[in-house]
């Protein structure tokens, strides 16, 4: 059974400032760290403005960073054998492919937002699985951000950090063709200790809501599929013009500004934009029931709003798949309290809220489901709820 460790964040910092230091000659200006995520509840809902509530992970992207004394700026990945070297523009739409989308994309975003950046040497090292729905080119984006702002002296405070977030955006709708509605980038950079983040995609506006499962004997269980998972195909892009088409309709500017649920459902013709629209309107009431049923400890009541987001997930938006299902249902056999795919689906990771003396016992049934279908097998990992964007040393 494979189990993924996040590593200790001091550690990894001093060995990829080691790693900088061997390719450049010279220490690195610092180490970053940026989060993966997962999603607790609140899917497709970013770009319709609803409410959504993502927490981050211990497992992050490091970004070691220098300054050059020309204007170029050279990526490197401890992933991959390819290095980037060039100039801002080799970083912009349709001129950057693969990771370095992601990466130099936030040079060339800052600098359309007015930043004079100088030259830079970037090596990034990634703890967040790759394709797992686990948000790991949000981590990459963020931190290259917070390296990028420290060491041209910004302060990183909240409004910073709100303008990173729309650098990063950017960076991956424009460069690397993944039109993302802004949660993944807003968690890796506001998320806190012990809390998930609420928020309102319609105001980006947040709200730590404190959470810590283990205060109650329960893992937030992490399971990679090991489904290969893309938001740059079309599966993402189809879903998101069937909102935009109904929100049309519907003569509202994004779905949250639907008053009448069930008017506006019979107000639609196209049944597949029909079921669309019913996952979003009850995603986002189901992201209001679980903020109160954290409030009040109410961990069953979440178990069961995990699971009804999964079913309309599966159902409505069509954006599950046979493993995720199949650890779903596993899972909830098994002892979980509740479970739902996260991230924006077509494969990636499942989470389930299993009491603690339990998760053997499900990481044993998902196993043993995975096997009895010849596939490959899956990956784990438990989720406390952990810090946001941040430099490490």
């Known amino acids: 059974m494979q189990t993924l460790d996040p590593g200790q964040p001091d550690a990894l910092a001093a060995e990829l400032a080691e790693r900088f230091a061997a390719l450049h000659g010279r220490s690195p200006w610092g180490v970053f760290a940026a989060p993966g995520r997962v999603n607790l509840i609140g ?201 935009e088409k109904a929100a049309a309709v519907l003569g509202v500017e994004l779905l949250r500004d639907v008053k009448n649920q069930e008017a506006a459902l019979a107000a639609l013709d196209d049944e597949t934009v029909r079921r669309r629209v019913r996952h979003v309107l009850t995603e986002i009431d189901r992201v209001r029931e679980a903020v109160e049923q954290l409030a009040a400890g109410d961990y069953e009541g979440l178990g069961r709003s995990f699971t009804a987001s999964h079913v309309s997930l599966r159902d409505d938006y069509e954006v599950s798949c046979a493993e995720l299902d199949a650890v779903v249902d596993t899972a909830l056999a098994h002892g979980a309290l509740g479970a739902r795919m996260t991230g924006g689906g077509f494969g990636g990771s499942a989470i389930a809220l299993v009491p603690d003396d339990r998760v053997g016992a499900v990481e044993q049934q998902v196993l043993a489901a995975y096997a009895d279908r010849g596939w490959t097998e899956p990956a784990f990992l438990t989720a406390p709820p952990s810090a946001g964007a941040r430099r490490i040393r």
């Open 43 to 243: 899917e497709h809902v970013d770009y319709n403005g609803g409410l959504c509530l993502p927490m981050a992970l211990p497992h992050a992207t490091y970004a070691a960073v220098g300054r050059r004394d020309d204007d170029r700026f050279m990526l490197a990945s401890c992933q991959q054998d390819d290095t980037f070297d060039g100039t801002l523009d080799a970083f912009g739409p349709g001129r950057a492919s693969g990771w370095a989308a992601y990466a130099g994309g936030v040079l060339w975003s800052l600098r359309e937002a007015g930043w004079d950046l100088p030259g830079l040497d970037l090596v990034v090292d990634s703890r967040v699985p790759l394709g797992a729905g686990l948000s790991s080119s949000a981590a990459i984006e963020c931190a290259v951000a917070v390296a990028v702002a420290a060491t041209v002296g910004a302060e990183l405070d909240d409004d910073l950090r709100a303008g990173l977030v729309k650098a990063c955006m950017r960076a991956e709708s424009d460069v690397a063709g993944a039109p993302t509605g802004g949660m993944d980038q807003t968690i890796a950079l506001f998320a806190q200790p012990e809390s998930a983040l609420l928020l309102d995609c319609r105001d980006w506006s947040t709200r730590q809501v404190p959470w810590d499962p283990t205060s109650a004997g329960l893992s937030l269980l992490v399971v990679d599929t090991r489904a290969s998972h893309s938001l740059s195909d079309g599966g993402y892009r189809s879903r998101r013009q069937d909102c």
